[in-house]
Protein backbone atom coordinates (compact mmCIF):
# COMPACT_ATOMS: atom_id res chain seq x y z
CA UNK A 1 0.00 0.00 0.00
CA UNK A 2 1.34 3.31 -0.82
CA UNK A 3 1.75 6.70 1.51
CA UNK A 4 -1.28 8.84 2.13
CA UNK A 5 -0.51 12.71 2.77
CA UNK A 6 -3.20 15.17 3.54
CA UNK A 7 -2.45 18.85 3.69
CA UNK A 8 -4.13 22.37 3.26
CA UNK A 9 -5.78 22.09 6.81
CA UNK A 10 -5.41 25.50 8.85
CA UNK A 11 -7.41 28.43 11.29
CA UNK A 12 -9.94 30.19 9.64
CA UNK A 13 -12.75 31.85 10.75
CA UNK A 14 -16.83 30.61 10.78
CA UNK A 15 -18.33 31.06 7.07
CA UNK A 16 -14.78 30.67 5.32
CA UNK A 17 -13.63 28.45 3.12
CA UNK A 18 -10.61 25.32 2.98
CA UNK A 19 -9.67 22.87 0.31
CA UNK A 20 -7.64 19.94 1.53
CA UNK A 21 -5.65 17.75 -0.75
CA UNK A 22 -4.57 14.37 -0.22
CA UNK A 23 -1.34 13.02 -1.94
CA UNK A 24 -1.08 8.85 -2.33
CA UNK A 25 2.05 7.97 -3.94
CA UNK A 26 -0.21 4.83 -4.78
CA UNK A 27 -0.09 4.49 -8.59
CA UNK A 28 -2.96 2.28 -8.39
CA UNK A 29 -4.60 5.06 -6.58
CA UNK A 30 -7.84 5.33 -9.40
CA UNK A 31 -8.74 1.59 -8.23
CA UNK A 32 -9.55 2.86 -4.73
CA UNK A 33 -12.91 4.07 -3.36
CA UNK A 34 -10.96 6.99 -1.35
CA UNK A 35 -13.30 9.04 1.83
CA UNK A 36 -12.64 11.53 4.22
CA UNK A 37 -13.16 11.30 7.57
CA UNK A 38 -12.20 13.52 10.80
CA UNK A 39 -12.20 13.39 14.30
CA UNK A 40 -12.86 16.39 16.68
CA UNK A 41 -11.29 16.01 20.14
CA UNK A 42 -12.34 13.07 22.69
CA UNK A 43 -15.26 12.11 19.85
CA UNK A 44 -14.71 9.00 17.63
CA UNK A 45 -13.76 9.33 14.06
CA UNK A 46 -16.46 9.91 11.52
CA UNK A 47 -17.35 9.31 8.13
CA UNK A 48 -17.52 12.82 5.76
CA UNK A 49 -17.14 11.94 2.44
CA UNK A 50 -16.52 9.36 0.06
CA UNK A 51 -16.21 9.08 -3.80
CA UNK A 52 -15.61 5.83 -5.93
CA UNK A 53 -17.47 6.72 -9.43
CA UNK A 54 -20.55 8.13 -7.51
CA UNK A 55 -19.86 10.67 -4.34
CA UNK A 56 -21.46 10.42 -0.93
CA UNK A 57 -21.88 12.80 2.13
CA UNK A 58 -22.27 12.55 5.72
CA UNK A 59 -25.80 14.70 6.35
CA UNK A 60 -23.53 17.34 8.68
CA UNK A 61 -21.41 18.01 5.63
CA UNK A 62 -24.09 17.96 2.50
CA UNK A 63 -24.82 20.92 0.40
CA UNK A 64 -21.46 22.94 2.33
CA UNK A 65 -18.47 20.13 1.07
CA UNK A 66 -17.76 18.72 -1.94
CA UNK A 67 -15.16 15.38 -2.98
CA UNK A 68 -12.95 15.13 -6.34
CA UNK A 69 -10.08 13.22 -7.11
CA UNK A 70 -7.84 13.45 -10.04
CA UNK A 71 -6.36 10.41 -10.81
CA UNK A 72 -3.87 11.49 -13.44
CA UNK A 73 -2.42 13.20 -10.23
CA UNK A 74 -3.03 10.50 -7.31
CA UNK A 75 -4.72 13.38 -5.28
CA UNK A 76 -7.99 13.59 -3.39
CA UNK A 77 -9.73 16.74 -2.64
CA UNK A 78 -12.04 17.95 -0.04
CA UNK A 79 -13.46 21.28 -0.88
CA UNK A 80 -14.90 22.81 2.22
CA UNK A 81 -17.45 25.92 2.22
CA UNK A 82 -19.22 27.52 5.13
CA UNK A 83 -17.56 26.15 7.80
CA UNK A 84 -18.81 25.88 11.47
CA UNK A 85 -16.66 25.61 14.58
CA UNK A 86 -18.53 22.14 15.15
CA UNK A 87 -15.61 21.04 11.71
CA UNK A 88 -13.04 21.52 13.92
CA UNK A 89 -11.01 18.40 13.73
CA UNK A 90 -8.33 16.88 12.42
CA UNK A 91 -9.17 15.39 9.16
CA UNK A 92 -7.96 11.87 7.58
CA UNK A 93 -7.94 10.72 4.42
CA UNK A 94 -8.71 6.92 3.81
CA UNK A 95 -8.87 4.30 0.59
CA UNK A 96 -11.16 1.11 0.70
CA UNK A 97 -11.65 -1.43 -1.75
CA UNK A 98 -15.31 -1.76 -1.13
CA UNK A 99 -17.71 0.40 -3.09
CA UNK A 100 -19.87 3.31 -0.64
CA UNK A 101 -17.65 2.20 2.05
CA UNK A 102 -18.30 4.90 5.12
CA UNK A 103 -17.16 2.63 7.81
CA UNK A 104 -13.53 2.60 9.34
CA UNK A 105 -13.00 -0.88 9.33
CA UNK A 106 -13.20 -0.78 5.67
CA UNK A 107 -10.61 0.84 4.59
CA UNK A 108 -7.23 -0.43 4.45
CA UNK A 109 -5.06 2.52 4.49
CA UNK A 110 -4.76 6.29 6.17
CA UNK A 111 -3.13 9.46 6.14
CA UNK A 112 -2.01 11.52 9.03
CA UNK A 113 -4.17 13.59 9.46
CA UNK A 114 -4.79 17.43 8.73
CA UNK A 115 -5.98 19.99 11.51
CA UNK A 116 -8.64 21.74 10.42
CA UNK A 117 -9.72 24.70 13.44
CA UNK A 118 -12.94 26.89 12.70
CA UNK A 119 -13.26 29.84 15.18
CA UNK A 120 -16.57 31.34 16.12
Known amino acids: QGQLVESGGGLVQAGDSLRLSCAAS????????MAWFRQAPGKEREFVAG?????YYADSVKGRFTISRDNSKNTLYLQMNSLKPEDTAVYYC????????????????WGQGTQVTVSS
Open 51 to 55: ISGDT
Open 26 to 33: ERTFSRYV
Open 94 to 109: AASVRFGATVTGDFIN
